[in-house]
Nanobody, 121 residues
Framework: QVQLVESGGGLVQAGGSLRLSCAAS????????MGWYRQAPGKQRELVAT???????NYADSEKGRFTISRDNAKNTVYLQMNTLKPEDTAVYYC???????????????WGQGTQVTVSS
């Protein structure tokens, strides 16, 4: 079984920074892409940023220039550096991984349990 564990969330003042991390544990799989999504109370889960195995990145327009996504393929870990945080960034942030299990051509999506990010004014 594959498990994704997020860490690094917390409470920060507006204008501050946080760095989130997500590590995938298990064996017998290869991760294609990883990403971060967030969900605020009363809202749908939305894309924050994604990164492919080759390092290509994609950001939501509102976050581009403030957030940076990166990954360490050897450690199966993805990071999200968040700078100049705003109160509207407050949400539960979820890690996502698209992976293929060895011996199977099927693709699977896995999600972490989420980490709370709260930005105060």
């Amino acid at each position: 079984q594959v498990q994704l564990v997020e860490s690094g969330g917390g409470l920060v003042q507006a204008g501050g920074s946080l760095r989130l991390s997500c590590a995938a544990s298990g064996s017998g799989f290869s991760i294609n892409s990883m990403g971060w999504y967030r969900q605020a109370p009363g809202k749908q889960r939305e894309l924050v940023a994604t990164i492919t195995k080759g390092g290509s990145t994609n950001y939501a327009d509102s976050e581009k220039g403030r957030f940076t996504i990166s990954r360490d393929n050897a450690k199966n870990t993805v990071y999200l550096q968040m700078n100049t945080l705003k109160p509207e960034d407050t949400a539960v942030y979820y890690c996502n991984a698209g992976l293929r299990r060895y011996g199977s051509p099927r693709l699977y999506d896995y999600w972490g349990q989420g980490t709370q990010v709260t930005v105060s004014s």
